[in-house]
């Protein structure tokens, strides 16, 4: 079988799913490795928390740059905030061959 390759049982199984989880993770059950079908997406912290801060920070950042660098600066604030956020997520995922759902944080 080819690396590109997915097994039809398992093909089947993630279609019950909206997205999937491509990257590679081995399941704690079955020691599937693979593609694994998405339950959900969990921010560690609440969107309002991120807008907050990034306006916060972007008041500060105005103040003491109150000229178009300052609105530059704020923009990349706001860009690496954002970024940031991404990274605090976690997603639940399920294992298509045995169905053990678990947790995993983007990387």
Same mark, same amino acid.
Not at 10 to 19: D, F, G, Q, T
Not at 29 to 34: D, E, F, I, L, R
Not at 90 to 95: E, G, P, R
């Given at each position: 079988?080819?690396? =590109?390759?997915?097994?039809p049982d398992?093909? &089947?199984?993630?279609?019950?799913? &909206?997205?999937s989880?491509?990257?590679n993770?081995? #399941?704690t =059950? #079955?020691?599937? $490795?693979?593609i ?16 907050? $801060? $990034?306006?916060?920070g972007?008041?500060?950042? %105005? ?6 660098i300052? %609105?530059?600066? #704020? ?12 990274c605090?997520t976690?997603?639940?995922? %399920? #294992?298509p061959k045995c =169905?053990?759902?678990?947790v995993v944080n983007?990387?």
């Open positions: 079988m080819q690396m =590109n390759q997915i097994p398992v093909l &089947e199984e993630l279609k019950k799913y &909206e997205y989880y491509n990257k993770i081995a #399941c =059950n #079955c020691q599937y $490795t693979g694994m079908g998405l339950k959900k997406k969990v921010p560690i912290c609440k969107p309002i928390t991120v807008w907050i $801060t $990034t306006m916060i972007a008041l500060i950042i %105005i103040s003491f740059l109150p000229t178009f300052g %609105i530059i600066v #704020c923009c990349a604030f706001g860009l690496m905030l954002g970024g940031m956020s991404s605090f976690k997603f639940h995922v %399920i #294992c =169905n053990a759902e678990q983007a990387k």
